[in-house]
């Protein structure tokens, strides 16, 4: 199959390239406002984004990340990802959540999963 490049395939460049040109940037801490944490996950990569609201009430990312779940790490229920990837955004974003109110916004409250738990042990220890 030969490799064409026709307008199409040009009308799509100029168009990624302006969405990547144009992305949102990441933005300066504000010492003085609060935090909050948005969390997501898929089969095999838990997703944080940590953010704080601006004056006009718009968010504004502080910083993004990302991990790819273990092998049997993808084998966890939806909301055991959740709880872990709750775990890891407080650990590496505890220097910024430390003195803050921090809101964590997630599809479903992982820790009412884990806290209503009859038995703690094995990975909810």
Not at 56 to 73: A, C, R
Request: glycine share 2%.
């Amino acid at each position: 199959m030969p490799f064409v490049w026709d307008e199409v395939a040009q009308k799509y460049f100029e168009d990624l390239k302006a969405v990547l040109v144009n992305a949102p940037l990441l933005h300066p801490l504000d010492y003085y406002q609060d935090y909050f944490i948005y969390l997501a996950v898929a089969l095999s990569t838990i997703f944080m984004v940590l953010v704080q609201d601006n004056d006009e009430g718009n968010d504004h990312v502080i910083y993004y990340l990302s991990q790819n779940l273990l092998e049997t790490e993808t084998n966890y229920a939806h909301v055991e990802k959740l709880a872990l990837a709750s775990v890891q955004v407080v650990q590496c974003f505890r220097h910024y959540i430390l003195l803050h109110t921090t809101t964590m916004i997630s599809e479903c409250n992982p820790m009412t999963y884990i806290l209503t738990r009859q038995l703690l042990g094995g990975k909810y220890s």
